[in-house]
């Protein structure tokens, strides 16, 4: 089963617009991380937060996490056409246990 | 630094064939992790393998194996190919995936694309 879940599953905005993904787990975490995949080929990492961190920042990226809800947010602030891809979180699931889980996606796209 | 490689890129084999696909990782590290990649289940984890070590392994059938060698190149192999094994395959590699506050990050490679017919 999934350990992490993207809402909502598709989202299209404007160039210049602020994009706001959401993921929420279901078992406690070590560690909470964001990739991005451009249409079929391999992830690449965006941002890695910890279990006892609240807020990351990377350039235009910010992500939050909050452990009492299980759930993190992903923020790209002025989107740009080029960040028109998948976004997807990755979860291990404390422990021991340092296998990622991955969600479904969040499809973004930032039209010109 | 040269990223991770897959080989081959494409593939199409037919169903009750065998499959191997091969990672090359980053030059240093040390763990190599499967995923297996399809529209309908998303991305799921097979194994991961650390100096020639299978460390953890996914909800996968026997039919699904791997190895990885002494340089830690690693390849996996599909025995049996079912059309439900119709996926994109990726590879990644980390110098060590276990840090010490949990799973780290994962350099992807670009994938194998298996179509079985």
């Known amino acids: 089963s999934q350990q992490g879940e993207e809402d909502p599953q598709a989202l299209s905005i404007q160039e210049g617009e602020n994009a706001t993904m959401n993921c929420s787990y279901k078992?406690?975490?070590?560690?909470l991380q964001w990739y991005r995949q451009n249409s079929g080929r391999g992830l690449v990492h965006l941002i890695l937060?910890?279990?006892?961190?609240r807020e990351k920042h990377s350039g235009r990226l910010r992500v939050t996490l909050d452990t009492s809800k299980k759930s993190s947010s992903l923020l790209i602030t002025a989107s740009r056409a080029a960040d028109t891809a998948s976004y997807f979180c990755?979860?291990?699931?404390?422990?021991?246990?340092?296998?990622?889980?991955f969600g479904k996606g969040t499809l973004l796209t930032v039209n010109p | 630094k040269a990223g991770v490689t897959q080989t081959p890129r494409y593939l199409i084999k037919t169903r009750g064939q065998q499959v191997t696909l091969s990672c090359s990782p980053i030059?240093?590290?040390?763990?190599v992790s499967w995923y297996q990649q399809t529209p309908g289940q998303g991305l799921q984890f097979l194994f991961e393998y650390f100096s020639e070590t299978q460390r953890n392994k996914g909800n996968f059938p026997g039919r699904f194996s791997g190895r990885q060698f002494s340089n830690s190149r690693s390849e996996m192999n599909v025995s049996t190919l079912e059309l439900g094994d119709s996926a994109l395959y990726l590879c990644?590699?980390?110098?060590?995936?276990?840090?010490?506050?949990?799973?780290?990050?994962?350099?992807f490679g670009p994938g194998t694309r298996l179509t079985v017919t």
């Open positions: 990755a979860t291990d699931e404390g422990g021991s246990n340092y296998k990622l889980t």
């Open positions: 990644a590699s980390s110098f060590d995936v276990r840090l010490t506050s949990g799973a780290g990050e994962q350099y």
């Open positions: 937060i910890r279990s006892n961190e």
């Open positions: 078992t406690s975490i070590n560690n």
């Open positions: 030059s240093g590290h040390r763990s």
